[in-house]
């Protein structure tokens, strides 16, 4: 099996910054892309930025420019840097990693979220 824990979320002011990071553990014998999703209150949960094994990015439009992600392949780290932060930004942020367990197939693993709230 695969755990994720997430961290970093929290209350910050428009135009501030946050980084939010998600570690797996537990028998892992790959992985492959990571990412982060967002839901906020009434609206389906929507993707906001992907890094594949290789590096490879992709962002939604709404964030590109103010959000980075990267990882640490060593640590199975996923980080999401957010600059700029709008209003518009308030959700919970969910990290998602398909990973594949000793013994098993590559398999999609959600994290439990944490809260970003923008407000002033």
């Known amino acids: 099996q695969v755990q994720l824990v997430e961290s970093g979320g929290g209350l910050v002011q428009p135009g501030g910054s946050l980084r939010l990071s998600c570690a797996a553990s537990g028998s892992i014998f790959s992985i492959n892309a990571m990412g982060w999703y967002r839901q906020a209150p009434g609206k389906q949960r929507e993707l906001v930025a992907t890094i594949t094994s290789g590096g490879t990015t992709n962002y939604a439009d709404s964030v590109k420019g103010r959000f980075t992600v990267s990882r640490d392949s060593a640590k199975k780290t996923v980080y999401l840097q957010m600059n700029s932060l709008k209003p518009e930004d308030t959700a919970v942020y969910y990290c998602?990693?398909?990973?594949?367990?000793?013994?098993?197939?590559?398999?999609?693993?959600w994290g439990q979220g944490t809260q970003v709230t923008v407000s002033s």
């Open positions: 998602k990693v398909a990973a594949r367990a000793i013994g098993s197939y590559t398999t999609d693993y």
